[in-house]
């Protein structure tokens, strides 16, 4: 029956994690994978998750289902967390929320929702270059995947020339895929005002934001700053909006697979339908949701203290990556060959 099956190559990223744990070197250090690590090389479990995990056990958590949508206060603490309480306030009846299986889950949940289930074109614009996975996501949706430039390689600066190009010509309905922050790969961030022109632009020509919000925290150290461009298109521009928001990397909680996706609509009722039809897609991929990584989560985001712990530990991990890039790059630039030793120390 399988005779026609085709051998797809590996992914690229875990392919070389594979190769890299099957090397039997004893220095070596695997640039693919964007996985966090500690001062010893070794995964980091984050003290606000130890924290959480305790007290999850201590609950004496049992294995029960959770609903189909997910854990309730999880779906709820988290468009809460990304706009903010008192903007998550004002437009809590709007919000069509789902938990789902990481980033990577919601991406496609709510892909599958649009695509399927409204009325916006199936045309997705997604920034050249992207993680990887973005094209393979959008397109076993069936939708019409389209690049724009994104990243000038040649100033190693944002290409805002062919960004807005592509905002003033894109048909209106269309699907913007927004990088919330930490674009992946260049790390290269629109400003607060290249935000701004992007958003007024997409609002006036009604195109989609669908924000992926992999790095919420991860980014600066600082959730409002990371949060900003969603904010300001839902809370400044008042416009509707797909987030999918994963706590693999700002938790730590990469295999336990964490996500929530959430639609800002403009209407209650229209907000409840939406979310009737995530229920259903949920049912029919996933039945219900895992549930141990969302407790977790939720007991973060549920207490003050445990908040403001996880927010120290955002700060840990942004400080150590900023700290081993700055010495990556001091220690190539004194090893280059193109440039004398003497000049790369000063
Ligand atoms: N979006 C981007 C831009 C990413 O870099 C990643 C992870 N590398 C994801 C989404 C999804 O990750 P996960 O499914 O593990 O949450």
């Known amino acids: 029956a399988f005779a026609t099956a085709l051998r797809i190559p590996k992914d690229a990223i875990f392919a070389l994690t594979a190769q890299y744990n099957a090397d039997p070197a004893s220095v070596k250090v695997n640039l693919g994978q964007g996985t ?44 809460k967390l990304v706009l903010g309480a008192r903007s998550f306030d004002r437009v809590s009846s709007q919000i069509a929320s789902c938990q789902s299986l990481s980033g990577t889950g919601g991406l496609h949940l709510a892909g ?11 045309t ?35 290409d805002m020339k062919s960004y807005i190009d ?3 010509t894109a048909e209106p309905n269309s699907i913007v895929i927004l990088h919330a922050c930490a674009h992946n790969p260049t790390g290269c961030d629109p400003t607060k ?45 008042d416009m509707e909006a797909a987030v999918s928001v ?56 549920d207490d003050e203290g445990l908040t403001s712990m996880w927010k120290k530990d955002l700060a840990t991990m942004c400080s150590r990556i900023e700290g081993m890039r700055q010495a990556l790059y001091d220690a190539l630039l004194a090893n280059s060959q193109l440039i004398p030793r003497q000049a790369a120390h000063n």
């Open 112 to 122: 599958a929702c649009i695509k399927r289930f409204s009325s916006l074109s199936p």
């Open 193 to 237: 005002e290249q935000w701004q022109e992007i958003g007024n632009i997409m609002k006036r020509r009604q195109l989609f934001p669908f924000f992926d919000a992999a790095y919420l925290g991860f980014n600066s150290g600082d959730l409002d700053n990371d949060t900003y461009a969603i904010r300001y298109f839902v809370n400044e521009l």
């Open 166 to 168: 592509m905002l003033m």
């Open 124 to 158: 997705i614009w997604i920034p050249e270059p992207t993680w990887s996975n973005h094209h393979l996501v959008f397109k076993t949706l069936g939708f019409q995947c389209r690049t724009f430039q994104y990243y000038d390689f040649e100033s190693k600066s944002l």
């Open 246 to 301: 994963s706590f693999a990397k700002n938790m730590g909680l990469y295999g336990e697979r964490v996500g929530c996706t959430f639609f800002v609509t403009h209407g209650s009722d229209v907000a409840g339908n939406t979310e009737s039809v995530l229920e259903q897609l949920q049912r029919s991929e996933v039945s219900n949701p895992p549930a141990y990584g969302a407790k977790i989560a939720s007991t973060i985001l």
């Open 36 to 79: 966090y690590r500690d001062e010893a090389g070794q995964p980091w479990i984050l003290p606000s998750v130890v924290e959480a995990r305790r007290r999850v056990h201590c609950q004496k958590q049992n294995h029960e289902y959770l609903p189909i949508l997910g854990l309730p206060e999880f779906r709820k603490a988290v468009p």
